[in-house]
């Protein structure tokens, strides 16, 4: 059965897999693995070692699969893989960029082996370089290049022959803030405005709840979860409370999470820390609007500064404490049940 196609006649999804298994001798890097990847820009998050880099050589046609089956744009990775990276780009996690080469003739040079024209390579290579914002360095050596200009000058290699998908490793890896800020900024704009799609990857949850429209998070090679950012990310009953200190109350955050139990609410601790000179973040159980009076009340009762009383939204980390509290229970179980057995054949 075909798939259906958007109105530019392109396939929907633009990744595919089914049942892809990769083992090592020592290890199982992918274990059955079935997922769709529609266009936009999608996050494989998995913890390092979780099977993501080589997932993307496979997807590359680079390195084959143990069992299962792939497709990229509607091409099978295991026989068309020249095919694939034609029209697909990538980005490395590691530096593996020449030191005495300047970025416009390294990007030249891609540009060429992706099969762009002489004239036609030096043009897109421009226009490239001004949109990761190394046009004006564009002429200097790359080993005088900072971390992050490194990266700069990988992205516009996967992206100087105008590739339909890129896959981007690790892409903020080595970088300060302000250079994560900013490559993710980068990431954003390849889809919304050149329609390219994006698979990245990365072990921060938090990058790809800024810049994603789907998640997929893989564990051990498994598939925990494939949906939509804002499904990962809706809103929860809870409340976050966060509260200043003062000097009637040095710990306002302990003193209102006192007071609020006294008032009958379910109060817990999140684990996260508050903003410079507040206290830590309370979770409220809001089960009808008067908490939110309740909490406001109390707050000004105790004469302590409300920085913020928000409904709290949940977290892609969220996803592999779930699994991990799972097999736990699981773990406990299959122990239990051994337990049992043990002891009825002892009894006997």
Do not use: W
Not at 280 to 309: F, K, N, Q, S
């Amino acid at each position: 059965m075909a798939r259906p196609e958007d109105h530019y006649g392109r396939s929907v999804t633009v990744i595919a897999t089914e049942n892809l298994t990769k083992r090592f001798p020592r290890v199982t890097a992918l274990d059955r693995l079935t997922m769709e990847i529609t266009p936009g820009v999608t996050g494989l998050v998995g913890a390092n070692g979780a099977g993501k880099s080589t997932l993307i050589k496979i997807l590359l046609g680079l390195s084959p699969a143990s069992e299962g089956t792939a497709s990229v744009l509607g091409m099978d990775v295991a026989t068309q893989g020249a095919g694939i990276r034609e029209r697909v780009g990538y980005m490395p996690e590691h530096d593996c960029l020449p030191p005495d080469v300047s970025a416009t003739e390294f990007v030249v040079h891609m540009a060429r082996m992706a099969g762009l024209p002489a004239t036609a390579a030096r043009e897109r290579t421009a226009d490239t370089l001004r949109h990761v914002g190394l046009y004006e360095e564009r002429y200097r050596p790359i080993g005088g290049y900072s971390t992050g200009m490194k990266q700069r000058v990988k992205l516009a290699q996967a992206l100087v022959h105008d590739p339909r998908l890129v896959f981007l490793d690790e892409p903020t890896n080595g970088l300060d803030p302000v250079g994560r800020d900013d490559m993710l900024d980068l990431i954003r704009r390849i889809h919304s405005d050149f329609g390219i799609s994006v698979l990245v990857t990365s072990h921060l949850l938090g990058e790809l709840e800024r810049t994603c429209d789907h998640v997929v998070v893989i564990d051990g090679g498994r598939l925990l979860r494939s949906s939509s950012t804002a499904d990962f990310t809706q809103e929860t009953t809870t409340l976050a409370v966060e509260v200043t200190d003062t000097d009637a109350h040095p710990d306002g955050t302990d003193a209102l999470r006192t007071a609020l139990a006294g008032a009958g609410l379910a109060v817990a601790g999140s684990g996260e820390g508050g903003l410079p000179g507040a206290g830590r973040v309370l979770l409220v159980e809001a089960a009808d609007d008067t908490v939110y009076d309740t909490v406001r009340d109390t707050v000004a009762e105790l004469g302590l500064g409300l920085v913020r009383m928000e409904q709290r939204r949940h977290r892609i980390a969220e996803v592999f404490k779930t699994a991990d509290a799972a097999d736990a229970a699981a773990d406990a179980a299959r122990t239990t049940g051994t337990t049992e057995k043990g002891g009825s054949t002892d009894a006997a």
